[in-house]
Each structure stands twice: as C-alpha cells, then as structure tokens.
C-alpha cells in the first residue's frame, strides 16, 4: 500500500529556512517521479519542486533558494527551503507521478498520489 507522509513544516520568520522530508512506504521512491507542491489559501496547488532519475525541477519563483534531494536509503525525499519570503506560506504536499516523466515539467495534474500536507507559515 502507498503511503507518503510529510513533515518539517511550522512557523518561520523571513528570510529562514526549513527543511520538508517526505518519506514513502510500500515503494521505492527512486523508480518514481517525485514531486513537491504547495497550495496556498484560495490559490491553485502549483508545483514547487521535482525529481525523476536524473532529472530536476525547481519551478522559477524558488530557484537558488530551494532544493529538493532524494536519499534513497532512507527512501524520502527533502526540499530545503532557505530565504523565505511571506508569499511561500502555504500547505505543502509530496506527491509520486506512478507514470513517469512528471518531473520535467512539475506539474500537479502529472501527479496521482499525495501525501496529506505539511503546513508552513512564513511571518514576522
């Protein structure tokens, strides 16, 4: 059975850093795509982050700040955000694309399975 759970997500002040650790059950994340999103209040989810083999994706509003890794021995997947701006508060979730290729363009329709979320809040 499927199972992804987030964690790492609280309160920040801006300009901190948090680190986000996504860790699966009943699969290996290292066959899969794996994908990072956050879905603000009354916003669409979007795609922050994504990793598929030897393919990476940090979406344009989070490059040079944020980074996604895989550690496949301990079969998760961390997104170390740093510079935190206000706009970044969100719920963010880890999600696995079973199909493949979802890491290119990080998007959340290419994705089918999600863990429940992790909230992150970024203020003063």
């Known amino acids: 059975q499927l199972q992804l759970v987030e964690s790492g997500g609280g309160l920040v002040q801006p300009g901190g850093s948090l680190r986000l650790s996504c860790a699966a059950s009943?699969?290996?994340?290292?066959?899969?795509?794996i994908g990072w999103f956050r879905q603000a209040p009354g916003k669409d989810r979007e795609g922050v982050a994504c990793?598929?083999?030897?393919?990476?994706t940090h979406v344009d509003s989070v490059k040079g700040r944020f980074t996604i890794s895989s550690d496949n021995a301990k079969n998760t997947v961390d997104l170390l955000m740093n510079s935190l701006k206000p706009e970044a508060s969100a719920v963010y979730y880890c999600?696995?694309?079973?199909?493949?290729?979802?890491?290119?363009?990080?998007?959340?329709?290419?994705?089918?399975?999600w863990g429940l979320g992790t909230q992150v809040i970024v203020s003063s």
């Open positions: 999600a696995v694309d079973q199909s493949g290729g979802g890491s290119l363009y990080c998007r959340p329709s290419e994705y089918d399975y």
């Open positions: 990793i598929g083999g030897s393919t990476i």
């Open positions: 009943g699969f290996a994340m290292k066959d899969y795509d």
